[in-house]
């Protein structure tokens, strides 16, 4: 059974509408979308207000451990049209992105890249909007 992950009514909204909108601009299969939207179908779903300090949502940034190499990384996850790669700014439709969205500080993940299976843990959100009290309107 997988971990339970959290994610905010407003992002649950904006990624569903993000969601259909690639899904009309792109309709091929694409399987980062698949795992956006089962992550998205998982997830338990909270007020802004409501969700815990450590959990990794939209605009959060957050320092993983890779489990097999212990390199850690630090990545901010925002929507595509704000990823820049040399910022650290990962987009919620790559895969490593899709994977981390909803966990909290000391959830593991795992996603499938070419290569094989890449396996993380969260050590540390380092921001995260709604711990700040920034809620958008």
């Known amino acids: 059974m997988q971990k339970a992950i959290f994610i905010t009514k ?20 694409r399987g980062d979308l698949v795992a ?3 992550e998205l179908h998982r997830a338990v779903i909270v007020d802004a207000h409501e969700v815990p300090a ?30 820049a790669i040399e910022d650290d700014k990962i987009s919620v439709l790559a895969p490593v992105g899709a994977a ?27 921001y995260q909007p709604e711990a700040a009290g920034e809620f958008a309107s």
């Open 54 to 83: 450590d959990v990794i949502t939209m605009n959060s940034r957050a320092e993983l451990v890779d489990l097999d190499s212990g390199e850690a990384t630090t990545f901010t996850l925002v929507f595509p049209a704000d990823a």
């Open 100 to 126: 981390m969205l909803g966990y909290r500080v000391g959830d593991a993940f795992e996603w499938t890249v070419p290569g094989g299976t890449r396996r993380m843990r969260v050590a540390n959100v380092e």
């Open 10 to 29: 407003q992002d649950q909204q904006q990624l569903q509408e993000l969601l259909a909108e690639v899904a009309l601009s792109q309709p091929r299969d």
């Open 36 to 38: 956006l939207r089962d």
